[in-house]
């Protein structure tokens, strides 16, 4: 897989917006880039549009009905073509999950994390949610983010 150029000082004007299909194909280069850091390595092909028959990536195939439904929402952070970023918001009825939380790695520690999770949270007021929802390993990076935030741990009955 070739590796993005690293960003350079005139690409710092990053922008947030609400997922659409015609974003579609960026949000692939994303979790391409996740996947990688994961040690997964995927051809090069990139699915063309959603496939409802997939058993993998369930959420990200219906996209339309796991985060854009009711007062959920999904987002993509932008430099100029590159997508540099994603969150998603999943309504679960009495509370809304965040999901999806990703920053491609030559693209972290310039706040694009923290601009994501403020447009979630942003969101969230606007929808009148009382109750955000997340999972994260203990050690996971994202949990200081979160953290900052004023979201704290809570004991859980199940064991992951």
């Not at 070739?2 to 917006?17: G, R």
């Not at 219906?62 to 970023?85: C, H, K, M, S």
């Not at 969150?87 to 920053?103: C, K, N, P, Q, S």
């Not at 009382?130 to 859980?156: H, M, N, S």
């Amino acid at each position: 897989m070739a590796q993005e150029p690293a960003p350079t000082e005139t690409e710092t004007a990053i922008w947030i917006k609400p997922f659409q299909w015609q974003d579609w194909s960026g949000l692939w280069q994303l979790r391409k880039c996740q996947l990688a850091e994961e040690g997964i390595v995927i051809d090069d092909a990139l699915p063309e549009k959603p496939d409802l028959d997939s058993p993998y990536e369930k959420d990200y195939h219906r996209i339309d009905q796991v985060y854009l439904a009711e007062r959920g929402n999904f987002w993509i952070a932008w430099t100029g073509d590159l997508p540099v970023g994603h969150i998603g918001a999943e309504d679960r009825g009495d509370h809304v999950e965040l999901r999806r939380t990703y920053v491609r790695s030559e693209y972290r520690r310039r706040g694009i994390g923290a601009l994501l999770v403020q447009t979630l949270l942003k969101h969230c007021v606007e929808q009148k949610v009382g109750t955000i929802e997340l999972w994260t390993a203990d050690d996971g990076p994202g949990r200081y983010l979160y953290e900052k935030f004023g979201f704290c741990q809570v004991e859980t009955a199940c064991e992951e």
